[in-house]
């Protein structure tokens, strides 16, 4: 069974960074696009990064540009979120998904086929 699992959530002062890791077992990914989403509480899910299949593509939301940066080591099938600067407005449960996207800019959650259980991340002043 294919599956996605999250690590490396925490709290952390505002300033601080984390990297969260996406892991990939039971199928290979190499043929998937992977994203990373975070809710908020009361919040929709929203789509914070993606990367190509091939790590060649990126795609950034504007509140996360220059802060945060995703990547792919599809040799160990393992997807990365490093995150820089975090302020309190990052604070959120962040989720990694994959699919094969037609863009790395795709907001609907229903068009992702695999989901991790998500990771928490909380970020104080």
């Known amino acids: 069974q294919a599956q996605l699992a999250e690590s490396g959530g925490g709290s952390v002062q505002a300033g601080d960074s984390l990297m969260l890791s996406c892991a990939a077992s039971?199928?290979?990914?190499?043929?998937?696009?992977m994203a990373w989403f975070r809710q908020a509480p009361e919040k929709e899910r929203e789509l914070v990064a993606a990367i190509s299949r091939s790590g060649l593509a990126k795609y950034y939301i504007d509140s996360v540009k220059g802060r945060f940066t995703i990547s792919l080591d599809n040799a160990k099938g393992t997807g990365y979120l490093q995150m820089n600067s975090l302020k309190p407005e990052d604070t959120a449960i962040y989720f990694c998904a994959a699919a094969e996207l037609t863009t790395l800019s795709e907001v609907r959650t229903s068009a992702y086929k695999y989901w991790g259980q998500g990771t928490q991340v909380t970020v104080s002043s």
């Open positions: 039971g199928r290979t990914f190499n043929n998937y696009d």
